[in-house]
Nanobody, 132 residues
Framework: QVQLVQSGGGSVQAGGSLKLSCTAS????????MGWFRQGPGKAREFIAR?????????????SYADSVKGRFTMSRDNAAKTVSLQMDSLKPEDTAVYYC????????????????????WGQGTLVTVSS
């Protein structure tokens, strides 16, 4: 069973930056989509960003972001390390949440990338706290 292992996160003051990373436990794992969600206190799990490969490998890909983080967060993939990262800049107190890495085997328009139920694998979650 593939596991997604997250690292990074922590606490920062508003305006600061943090970086999250996510690596699959199996080197041969080649998902079609990887994403990030977050869940704040008392809130539903919320889509943040996703990256999808456009062919059989990751030489060509597309990215999308939630409006709430667009321009502040950047999702990237290191093909050699098979790691995805989420660089979070200009953090706000409302960004405080547990952040989850996720993956789905297949990409395509039949899936709603913003829905948690569309994904097959989840990381353990990482707490990000932004103080004002």
């Amino acid at each position: 069973q593939v596991q997604l292992v997250q690292s990074g996160g922590g606490s920062v003051q508003a305006g600061g930056s943090l970086k999250l990373s996510c690596t699959a436990s199996t080197r041969t794992f080649n998902p079609g989509v990887m994403g990030w969600f977050r869940q704040g206190p008392g809130k539903a799990r919320e889509f943040i960003a996703r990256i999808s490969r456009l062919g059989n490998n990751w030489t060509s890909f597309s990215r999308s972001y939630a409006d709430s983080v667009k321009g502040r967060f950047t999702m990237s993939r290191d093909n050699a390390a098979k790691t995805v990262s989420l660089q979070m800049d200009s953090l706000k107190p409302e960004d405080t949440a547990v952040y989850y890495c996720t993956a789905r085997l297949f990409s395509g328009t039949v899936y709603n990338d913003t829905e948690p139920t569309s994904y097959d694998y989840w990381g353990q979650g990482t707490l990000v706290t932004v103080s004002s």
